[in-house]
């Protein structure tokens, strides 16, 4: 923990000591990727995890060479996951699985740090997450029985609140056109479902091509 603020402090130094000249900047882009999701917590004997697709889109906006804020919608960030469980039953193995398919329309608004004469730059702020679908397919199979199936919504859910870090290359293609490659981890905050102790974390690939604008 230490040594992470002693980065961010590091970052903030050569932000503030930049010459504080208005260069605002303004750039779009369409943004896709996919979630490495991992969901654990107190209520679940076994931590999970599984892939979801990301959609979205962004502004950039640039105050000087270093600081800027990133205001993101993704329409659909899938945050899904699935894990299972051995037992016994009746002296005969058993195991369980239980997917979870949940996914969010996000609003991030994260401070952008751009390292000077370099194509550099890191993330990190908060996220809110609103869900835009759901559901829970659970499945039990007892060696000498027939398996049991069941499904259905996730009661409950909660608002997705996360903290976001990352980094990202802004790779020049013209004078208006960048494409970047950004790499972060979403660290969630709230639990999944309503009185259920149970989170989820996220690794994010994201790229896109980034228009100039201003």
Request: aromatic share 14%.
């Amino acid at each position: 923990m230490k040594k992470l603020i002693t980065f961010f402090a590091i970052i903030f130094l050569l932000a503030f000591s930049q010459p504080l000249i208005a260069q605002f900047g303004l750039k779009l882009s369409p943004t896709i990727g996919v979630n490495y999701n991992i969901g654990n917590g107190n209520d679940i004997r076994n931590s999970g995890s599984g892939f979801g697709m990301v959609l979205g889109a962004q502004s950039d906006l640039r105050f000087t060479s270093v600081i800027g804020i990133i205001a993101g919608l993704q329409f659909y960030d899938d945050r899904s996951w699935s894990h299972s469980q051995e037992f016994i039953s009746q002296g005969r193995p058993g195991t369980f699985d239980e997917d979870l398919n949940i996914a969010y329309f996000m609003i991030e608004s994260l401070l952008k740090i751009s390292i000077p004469n370099t194509i550099v730059y890191f993330i990190t702020g908060p996220a809110f997450g609103f869900i835009v679908e759901d559901s829970w397919k659970y499945t039990e199979e007892v060696t000498g029985f027939p398996p049991q199936r069941l499904s259905g919504r996730i009661q409950n859910p909660n608002v997705r609140l996360e903290f976001k870090i990352g980094a990202g290359l802004e790779i020049p293609v013209s004078n208006s056109i960048e494409l970047f490659p950004q790499l972060s981890f979403g660290y969630g905050l709230t639990n999944m479902v309503e009185n259920v102790s149970v989170r989820i974390m996220s690794f994010q690939f994201t790229t896109g091509v980034k228009f100039r604008i201003i």
